[in-house]
């Protein structure tokens, strides 16, 4: 019997909150990811990219600002259903995906830094996590100036090594392109309601459990900078027709179900 490989069964939690403290320059009245990029918030972006890869689910754990996050993308875009996980105080990263467990319908959960875009084979990277004994995978991209990042170790079958410090010397580096499958007991094992960052604390603790690094990615661009989010509408204005998609399909959003999704597990 043949089975069907796709990503309509797996939820995704786009990263929607932080304060955005370095991009207030130039963005000051809004969350992150409604920062306009090329005519468009940048979350329909992302929303874009998952749309197309086949994901039919989204949670956007948003913090900051989030009811404009909700007012602007609502309960739906094209064929996404988008649910929302909001934080009642700043969580960090591994508190606020924690905190999205409950709308979670999966078990291996696509996770999205809102505040970067890098350009990858979703599926691919679905199948090649389940070809290995991971917990957790995340997707490695090269970059000229890795100083913002920091550095991420790898053996040849992908197992992360080790996390290596930001190095104010400025030198290309593999990093973190903050697109990830995790497990959802993996996510589980977080305290609920505990700030915590995933990318500092958590994934570290976890390199003994299997975390892998998947490094065939294309083009990243980051938007936490007032020089990244600069150079971001030429990124996205050389592949046009993703932005005129995601310009037509915010005609399609739906509005957010009246139903209480903050709520928390043990």
């Known amino acids: 019997m043949m089975v069907t490989i796709d990503l309509g069964g797996t939820t995704?939690?786009?990263?929607?909150?932080?304060?955005?403290?370095?991009?207030?320059?130039?963005?000051?009245?809004?969350?992150?990811?409604l920062a306009e990029v090329d005519g468009v918030a940048f979350v329909f972006h992302l929303l874009e990219q998952l749309a197309g890869a086949g994901v039919k689910h989204v949670v956007l754990a948003t913090g900051h600002l989030g009811d404009q996050v909700?007012?602007?993308?609502?309960?739906?875009?094209?064929?996404?259903?988008?649910?929302?996980?909001?934080?009642?105080?700043?969580?960090?990263?591994?508190?606020?995906?924690?905190?999205?467990?409950?709308?979670v319908r999966s078990q291996a959960v696509l996770v999205l830094n809102g505040d970067s875009y890098c350009e990858l084979d979703l599926l691919h990277f679905w199948i090649w996590h389940h070809q290995r004994p991971a917990h957790g995978s995340l997707a490695l991209t090269r970059v000229p100036d890795a100083r913002r990042f920091g550095t991420v170790e790898a053996d040849t079958w992908g197992r992360v090594e080790r996390f290596v410090e930001k190095s104010p010397r400025r030198a290309a580096g593999t990093v973190n392109a903050g697109v990830y499958l995790l497990r959802r007991s993996l996510i589980a094992s977080?305290?609920?309601?505990?700030?915590?960052?995933?990318?500092?604390d958590l994934l570290p603790r976890w390199l003994d459990a299997g975390i892998y690094g998947y490094a065939r990615t294309d083009r990243f661009i980051d938007i936490g900078t007032p020089e990244s989010f600069a150079a971001a509408a030429?990124?996205?204005?050389?592949?046009?027709?993703?932005?005129?998609?995601?310009q037509a399909r915010q005609r399609s959003r739906r509005p957010v179900p009246s139903l209480d999704h903050a709520a928390e597990v043990a």
């Open 190 to 200: 977080i305290p609920a309601g505990t700030p915590c960052s995933l990318e500092s």
């Open 12 to 33: 995704a939690v786009i990263l929607a909150g932080g304060l955005g403290t370095r991009l207030r320059s130039v963005v000051a009245d809004r969350p992150k990811v």
């Open 234 to 246: 030429g990124f996205f204005r050389s592949h046009a027709a993703p932005a005129r998609a995601a």
């Open 70 to 103: 909700r007012d602007v993308v609502g309960g739906g875009y094209g064929p996404l259903e988008i649910e929302y996980a909001q934080e009642p105080t700043p969580l960090g990263t591994g508190g606020a995906i924690r905190r999205a467990l409950p709308l």
